[in-house]
T-cell receptor, first 113, second 115 residues
Framework: AQSVTQLGSHVSVSEGALVLLRCNYS??????LFWYVQYPNQGLQLLLK??????LVKGINGFEAEFKKSETSFHLTKPSAHMSDAAEYFC???????????FGKGNQVVVIP | GAGVSQSPSNKVTEKGKDVELRCDPI?????LYWYRQRLGQGLEFLIY????????KSGLPSDRFSAERTGESVSTLTIQRTQQEDSAVYLC?????????????FGPGTRLTVT
């Protein structure tokens, strides 16, 4: 069964600094990988996803993530944090032929002015 | 177009009571999922419906939990004899089909508090 590890429940980043959220997964077959964001009092929204093809994936709001099979990782980055990036971020994995998503515990991002 | 909607948005109930949570998926989406998000935890899969196939109930935590879906429309999650550990946000999601490659579109959730 697939699983996801996100370390550091709370992440503080200065406005304008690099945002880096780490995600490692385990999967017995090639995975599909997702990052979702949950803004305060809103539902989950897809940031980006990797299914096949190019391993560097670009998403909304300037975020991108790179699938590294050898490291079983799918870390999320954004070069310059904005105040509006304050939210909770979840990494998720699903396997081909398996319909459920397995989520990490999430990272609560706080942006410091 | 309209997204996934859920009702009620908040529900407070006494321990031992039954509750029903409703999900209206995006029109045309054949797959529907229920997840639970407990405080400080990630989302926990509960149940999955795909068209007229038998649902995948493997994530339901106990026999107090059940869910139904009418065709490819509304779904209801029922929790019987609620316990305090059932307090959580219950999220519904739908997708165009049931293969893992498709994005799941989430509703705003129902916050359930069991007192």
């Amino acid at each position: 069964a697939q699983s996801v590890t996100q370390l550091g429940s709370h992440v503080s980043v200065s406005e304008g600094a690099l945002v880096l959220l780490r995600c490692n997964y385990s999967s017995s077959v090639p995975p599909y990988l997702f990052w979702y964001v949950q803004y305060p009092n809103q539902g989950l929204q897809l940031l980006l996803k990797y299914t096949t093809g190019a391993t560097l994936v670009k998403g909304i709001n300037g975020f991108e993530a790179e699938f590294k099979k050898s490291e079983t990782s799918f870390h999320l980055t954004k070069p310059s944090a904005h105040m509006s990036d304050a939210a909770e971020y979840f990494c998720a994995v699903s396997e081909s032929g398996n319909n459920r998503l397995a989520f990490g515990k999430g990272n609560q991002v706080v942006v410091i002015p | 177009g309209a997204g996934v909607s859920q009702s009620p948005s908040n529900k407070v109930t006494e321990k031992g009571k039954d509750v029903e949570l409703r999900c209206d998926p995006i029109s045309g989406h054949t797959a529907l999922y229920w997840y639970r998000q407990r405080l400080g935890q990630g989302l926990e899969f509960l149940i999955y419906f795909q068209g007229n196939s038998a649902p995948d109930k493997s994530g339901l935590p106990s026999d107090r939990f059940s869910a139904e879906r009418t065709g490819e429309s509304v779904s209801t999650l029922t929790i019987q004899r609620t316990q305090q550990e059932d307090s959580a946000v219950y999220l519904c999601a739908s997708s165009p089909a049931g293969t893992g490659v498709y994005e799941q579109y989430f509703g705003p959730g129902t916050r359930l508090t069991v007192t």
